[in-house]
């Protein structure tokens, strides 16, 4: 029997929207902590009980989810490492505490720790993708056109160097051009990276998507949706490969037909083994 009550604690995107709603489909009711600064505060309208906090006020969070009775919690919705670099971000002593002991600063780790933390109180993290198994991509080609050779060839060398990269937690994207890898994503996240990949090199992108092969289903799977394909036929990127069964592909069908209609490739792979 699933839960009854949730907590989203959302960051920016959409991909908080779609937790939601497919949680109140199936009668779950939702409290959504927002955080600030990242959050879309429309969500308000979206759930049953709405609140923001800073990063970094992990008490304040523990506090609130015990205010609503919540048991089960889901991470949703994008907040960079940039936060760590800010000097405007406060944190408070339960978040110092855990900065102060990680071994390092992967999400894993930090994120990892912030679950521990959680479970002490009686607060499970669940697995982001529980309310949208069925939004998880499939193997296979998805769109009206495969990937031609050379994209196939470049897609083999993104896998190679991305699934490396995702184990190092350094990013989860890799733009290759005639199996050069023209850039990688790191701080600066997937839009930016692949804008300077065309930059530096033009059209005829090939983009990947990976996810370390330990990689935690509560924390940062990898989402794409109608605005990433936006992105991608603006920064001429031919074909963009995923994994199979850890990424999310939120409004499935009009993320499909942006893609069918600019000529796009996406793949579905499966993970390493």
Known sequence: ??????????????????????????????VAVGLKGWVDASLAGQVDAYEELAVGELGQLIRALKRHAVSQAIMAGKVTKAVLLDQGTAF????LAILGRV???????????????????????????????DQLCPAGVLTARGPSPVEAEDIRV???????????DVGQTVI?????????????GTDAAIQRAHALSGDGLVVVKTAAAAHDRRFDLPVIGPQTIATLTTSGVSCLAVEAGTTLLLDREQLLGAANAAGLCLIGVEPAA
Not at 7 to 30: D, L, M
Not at 92 to 95: A, G, L, N
Not at 158 to 168: C, E, N
Request: no cysteine; net charge positive.
């Open 158 to 168: 993104g896998l190679q160097v991305g699934r490396q990269l995702a184990a190092l």
């Open 1 to 30: 029997m699933g839960p009854s009550r949730i907590a989203i604690i959302a960051g920016s995107g959409r991909f908080p929207f779609h937790v939601a709603e497919a949680a109140r489909r199936r009668g779950v009711s939702v």
């Open 92 to 95: 408070d002593p339960e978040t």
């Open 176 to 188: 290759v051009k005639r199996r050069v890898v023209v850039a990688v994503e790191a701080l600066e």
């Open 103 to 133: 071994k390092d600063f992967s999400v894993a780790a930090l994120l990892g720790a912030v679950g521990e933390r959680l479970a002490q109180e009686g607060i499970t993290l669940l697995d982001s993708s529980t309310f949208l198994r």
